[in-house]
């Protein structure tokens, strides 16, 4: 954890409110809202060139619900979400052509059920079942 995404602001007081992160250079590296020293609602992570790198909201520091991450060039790389900081549901990954990589359920962060894997071209290159 990087040391600004502390529980703690600069007065060792719980952090409240919208905080905001940046590079060295001085682009945003991430914003999003404590409560109580927690993550808590919508945050925005961001890649060096300026463009949105992923997004999703936390429930009292943890990631929970629909997130999405995206390529330097801004097109989408991968869709999932959390429930409790743990990896549930349906999870999606492209590749960068924008065709989708491979496809599949988790639930507590392992993977379940048939998942599918698909070439650049989107064949079926291959589906494996997870117990």
Known sequence: MKLDESKYDDAGQLKNGVYQAFFKDGSLDWEGTFVNGEKTG???????????????????????GDWVWYRENGELMQTGSFVDD????????????????????????????????????????KTKVYK
């Open 86 to 125: 743990e990896k549930a549901g349906v999870w999606k990954r492209y590749h960068p052509n924008g065709a989708l990589h491979d496809e599949g359920e988790y639930h507590r962060s392992q993977k379940v059920g048939e998942w599918k894997t698909y070439t650049v071209d989107g064949a079926l290159a």
């Open 42 to 64: 919508e945050w925005r992570y961001y890649l060096r060139n300026g463009r949105l790198k992923a997004k999703g909201h936390y429930d009292n520091g943890k990631m929970t």
